[in-house]
């Protein structure tokens, strides 16, 4: 019989991006959506993409009592909301996946990178921090998992097959990062109304970026070492997509691109969703799709590594991450239900 879910916070962009995947999951139902906001309504009036998977699914509001007992239950809440839901769920439910940054970070980064005291903190050691491809062997045995913000899964899995054998330097790394708008949710905001990002480019999170400290704790993880990163995120006009551009100086004299190419096919050989190619990495080509698509370049003349990735912000930057924790989380075929093909044109 197929695994019980329910998504809390069904209503925002990567909440629809979720169910748009679980449609298609053959081991995973939806018994259950939540939406504070929209209480009531059609999960197919909100979304008609999603009318013929879901024709009799209402929104209804979050009550901890309706989940006991669920085997998986998708967290897409507003900041903060996670940490606060959890303590009624992490003993009633057998597997919590959560998007947001409650339960990414340890207690001292979150609350410096965020500002706040978390209010949960002695669940975080029972959340393992989801980014599959560095973390894997972790995340099969966790119980609860908190999986990664868009922009660190775009940047460390550019960066880690450097650092993982410690190819470059941990310090004086620098990632550049253009963003779809859907990254900035679904709410009604000035920055994401049309007239306001159609035709303009804007650098934004200047020097203290909270996806900073993921970057880092990934990249560490990796390097064994700690690592130290400077990011720049940028909104460009698009609806969805994020490419990071990553720079590093080398540790290891005599590298050539061709050297460092042969690297990254052997560090994700059997990695389903990762490409890697000596072609550019675009978004369209990774739109709607689980698949990340990375390329590595040294330049001799400045003795810099460049590091790309590209990624769909809302399949294996959000949504689609979370159906690969959840994969892992219940014994299933991690590529199950996961498209590896992008939308082109």
Known sequence: MPYNSAVLGGSGYAGAELLRLLAGHPEIDVALVTADSNVGAAVGDLYPSLATAYPELTYGVVDPAQLTGLDLVFLTLPHGQSQELAPQLVDSVAHLVDLGADFRLPRAEYEQWYGEVHTAPELLDRFQYGMTELYRDDIVTARHVAAPGCYPTAASLALAPLLADGLVHPTGIVVDAVSGVSG?????????????????????????????????????????????????????????????????????????????????????????????????PSTKATMASNSVHVTVRHDPRTNTIVAIAALDNLTKGAAGQMVQDANLLLQLPETLGLPTTGLMP
């Open 184 to 280: 900035a949710g679904r709410g009604l905001k000035a920055t994401s109304l049309f007239a306001e990002v159609s035709d303009n480019v804007t650098a934004y999170g200047l020097l203290d970026h909270r996806h900073t400290a993921e970057m880092e704790l990934a990249l560490t993880h990796v390097a064994g070492a700690p690592v130290q990163v400077l990011f720049t995120p940028h909104l460009v006009p698009m609806s969805r997509g994020i490419l990071a551009t990553c720079y590093a100086r080398p540790a290891v004299d005599g590298l050539t691109t061709a050297d460092l190419m042969d690297h990254y096919e052997r560090f994700y050989d059997g990695e389903p969703f990762v490409v890697v190619s000596e072609r550019s």
